[in-house]
């Protein structure tokens, strides 16, 4: 699953980063780390970019960034 697949308030939690060089480090760097819980808070009108919660602070990331996190689903 990835945040395509998730509607506005829903939750996922971080299972795999993918992409490879500056592009992985990046999202490591902004808290994209497996393990934490993300919220997709907002899609742009044109669907790009999108809007998510992710430890405490909204992150505003490309889609073709996005695709490349799989998420898993929360258990509540």
Known sequence: MTFEDLKIGQKGIISEVGGEGALRLR??????????QVQLQKIAPMGDPIQILVRGYDLTIRLEDARRIVLREVVE
């Open 27 to 36: 999202l490591l760097d902004m808290g994209l780390i497996p393990g934490t």
